[in-house]
């Protein structure tokens, strides 16, 4: 496991790699949510597309289609 200054580092490559890759590579805001992004990933051990641990999905409001 990587030490928390190496992984910002890392993260930070990897936010200058993508920023270039979007066209933002002078933008330093841009650089930095994409880094901030990263790191949050990394640290929460999260994958982007699921639901925070501990929080209730919404319930579907929508009536049924079958009713």
């Known amino acids: 496991m990587l030490q928390d200054p190496e992984l910002r580092l890392k993260c930070l490559e ?3 790699t993508q920023a ?3 066209g933002f590579s ?3 805001n841009k ?4 880094h901030t992004w990263i790191y949050n990933r ?5 994958e982007p597309d699921k639901p925070e641990q501990g929080k ?4 579907d ?3 049924s289609i079958f009713e």
């Not at 990394?42 to 999260?46: D, K």
């Not at 209730?56 to 319930?59: E, G, N, R, W």
């Open 14 to 16: 990897l936010a200058f």
């Open 20 to 22: 270039r890759l979007e």
């Open 26 to 28: 002078g933008d330093q």
């Open 31 to 34: 650089i930095g949510e994409i």
């Open 42 to 46: 990394c640290i929460e051990g999260l």
């Open 56 to 59: 209730k999905a919404k319930a």
């Open 61 to 63: 409001k929508a009536p």
